[in-house]
């Protein structure tokens, strides 16, 4: 399995982004997916993540409310909105595929930078 992410960028505090995720498989074929990111000098930590058979999404306290985790099955994508952003949402956030029974599979980081 290959991850393709694209989407990260700069903006300002209040910002918007969206994030892209394209497995190289049908994401039918994934039990998840979603989104990791890791701040420089901090540990990495889950943002979002969405099971694609039944969309139950999970979202991490500090995305809540400012996050949307969500299918885009015409085009094989699971995207992220990332609304209202703060300069501590400044990260590398890393695509990341649930193959089921523990196994996950990483794809290359995109980094956001929010800075006034």
């Known amino acids: 399995v290959q991850l393709q992410a694209s989407g990260g960028g700069s903006v300002q505090p209040g910002g918007s982004l969206r994030l892209s995720c394209t497995p190289s498989g049908r994401i039918y074929d994934y039990a998840g997916l979603g989104w990791y990111r890791q701040a420089p000098g901090k540990q990495r930590e889950l943002v979002a993540k969405i099971m694609i058979h039944n969309s139950i999404t999970h979202y991490e306290d500090f995305v809540k409310g400012r996050a949307t985790i969500f299918r885009e099955y015409w085009i094989n994508t699971v995207s992220l909105q990332l609304n209202n952003l703060k300069p501590e949402d400044t990260a590398v956030y890393f695509c990341?595929?649930?193959?089921?029974?523990?196994?996950?599979?990483w794809g290359q980081g995109t980094l956001v930078t929010v800075s006034s």
């Open positions: 990341f595929v649930d193959l089921g029974g523990g196994s996950t599979v």
